[in-house]
């Protein structure tokens, strides 16, 4: 079964910083990778996802993200960080049509004025 | 249309109660899911519908019964509920693809809470 681990439950970083939001994922098989965004009492809306192809793939909002098979890791940046940005982000991963996608634990970003 | 629709927002019911959490998209798409999101915590799958039928039930207690009466609307069926069960209830869908995977677009959720 896989797994994602996202080691930051919470990062703070000032308006216009740079900022990465750490995933990484346990699977036997490969992959697909997501990260979606969480506004307060909202959904969840797709930045970006990893299919095949290019290992850096650009996303919503100015985000992108980079998918590296021997670290097993999926690490979303950002360059400069808005106050908007403010959410709970979440790695995803699934294997197989879609379904049963498993999230991360989630990453808490507080951009700060 | 890219849009995931879930009704209500808000839900209060008692724990007798029997209520109905309501889904629809109009993509196309062949695969629904009932997520269970509680705060500060990343959502949990419940159910998976693939063609209209059920195709992953992650061990849901039998108060929650999911219908999905055709390709666009996906229901979730509530009754003799739990304080424990309030949280939010999200709906997604993605399309049904061989080759691979595509993204879930999900819902604005339902907020439930039993009292």
């Known amino acids: 079964a896989q797994s994602v681990t996202q080691l930051d439950s919470q990062v703070p970083v000032f308006e216009e910083a740079p900022v990465e939001l750490r995933c990484n994922y346990s699977?036997?098989?490969?992959?697909?990778l997501f990260w979606y965004v969480q506004y307060p009492n909202q959904g969840l809306q797709l930045l970006l996802k990893?299919?095949?192809?290019?290992?850096l793939v650009k996303g919503i909002n100015g985000f992108e993200a980079e998918f590296n098979k021997s670290q097993t890791s999926f690490h979303l940046r950002k360059p400069s960080v808005h106050i908007s940005d403010t959410a709970e982000y979440f790695c995803?991963?699934?294997?197989?049509?879609?379904?049963?996608?498993?999230f991360g634990p989630g990453t808490r970003l507080s951009v700060l004025p | 249309d890219t849009e995931v629709t879930q009704t209500p927002k808000h839900l209060v019911m008692g724990m007798t109660n029997k209520k109905s959490l309501k889904c629809e998209q109009h993509?196309?798409?062949?695969?629904m899911y009932w997520y269970k999101q509680k705060a500060k915590k990343p959502p949990e799958l419940m159910f998976v519908?693939?063609?209209?039928?059920?195709?992953i039930n992650e061990s849901v207690p039998s108060r929650f019964s999911p219908e999905c009466p055709n390709s666009s609307l996906l229901n979730l069926h509530l009754h003799a509920l739990q304080p424990e069960d309030s949280a939010l209830y999200l709906c997604?869908?993605?399309?049904?693809?061989?080759?691979?995977?595509?993204?879930?677009?999900f819902g604005q959720g339902t907020r439930l809470t039993v009292v």
């Open positions: 997604a869908s993605s399309h049904e693809n061989t080759g691979g995977a595509t993204e879930a677009f």
């Open positions: 699977s036997s098989v490969s992959v697909y």
């Open positions: 990893y299919l095949s192809g290019s290992t």
């Open positions: 995803a991963v699934t294997k197989n049509y879609g379904q049963n996608f498993v």
């Open positions: 993509m196309g798409h062949r695969a």
């Open positions: 519908y693939s063609y209209e039928k059920l195709s």
